[in-house]
């Protein structure tokens, strides 16, 4: 199963919207540098390294709602198409040249929800995105690769 990276975003605002960026530099345990969720490594809490959500998912809640959420409002690092997160926890995956961990599944909130538009909650349920762990740091840029590593 292999997908590629089409967009990523971050902020260093804590509740700003992120901005996308061409490439990103992550740091494993830590996540991607500059982002409002790079922590000390004394902060590190599983699962909160890297957000990923997929192109279809966002496409899918447009179709079925109405509701246009663009990825930066979705509030994930990184945009996929052509992979499938929830398939992807527990189970080591690359992004270009990172070597991640999918940990959980990064169900929608209603934090998300006060912040885009009625709706996004029962939506986007069962296809948020994935909450993933950094293992093996290193950059990655929109046209990079996802794929699942062997076991």
Same mark, same amino acid.
């Given at each position: 199963?292999?997908?590629?990276?089409?967009?990523?975003?971050?902020?260093?605002?804590?509740?700003?919207?992120?901005?996308?960026?061409?490439?990103?530099?992550?740091?494993?345990?830590?996540?991607?540098?500059?982002?409002?969720?790079?922590?000390?490594?004394?902060?590190?809490?599983?699962?909160?390294?890297?957000?990923?959500?997929?192109?279809?998912?966002?496409?899918?809640?447009?179709?079925?709602?109405?509701?246009?959420?663009?990825?930066?409002?979705?509030?994930?690092?990184?945009?996929?198409? $052509?992979? +499938?997160? =929830?398939?992807? &926890? @527990?189970?080591?995956?690359?992004? !270009?040249?990172?070597?991640? *961990?999918?940990?959980?599944?990064?169900?929608?909130?209603?934090?998300?929800?006060?912040?885009?538009?009625?709706?996004?909650?029962?939506?986007?349920?069962?296809?948020? $995105?994935? +909450?993933? =762990?950094?293992? &093996? @740091?290193?950059?990655?840029?929109? !046209?990079?690769?996802?794929? *699942?590593?062997?076991?």
């Amino acid at each position: 199963m292999a997908g590629v990276v089409e967009q990523i975003a971050i902020t260093s605002v804590p509740h700003g919207l992120p901005e996308p960026v061409e490439r990103v530099e992550l740091v494993a345990g830590r996540g991607p540098k500059g982002d409002r969720k790079f922590a000390p490594k004394s902060m590190r809490r599983k699962g909160k390294d890297l957000t990923l959500i997929e192109a279809e998912a966002l496409e899918a809640l447009r179709a079925e709602t109405g509701i246009a959420l663009s990825h930066e409002e979705s509030r994930r690092n990184v945009l996929t198409r $052509g992979v +499938r997160l =929830n398939d992807m &926890v @527990g189970k080591r995956f690359r992004v !270009g040249e990172v070597e991640c *961990e999918g940990v959980v599944l990064n169900e929608p909130c209603t934090h998300l929800e006060s912040l885009t538009y009625p709706g996004v909650l029962a939506g986007l349920e069962n296809r948020g $995105g994935l +909450r993933a =762990n950094v293992l &093996v @740091g290193g950059t990655i840029a929109a !046209g990079d690769e996802v794929s *699942e590593l062997p076991s």
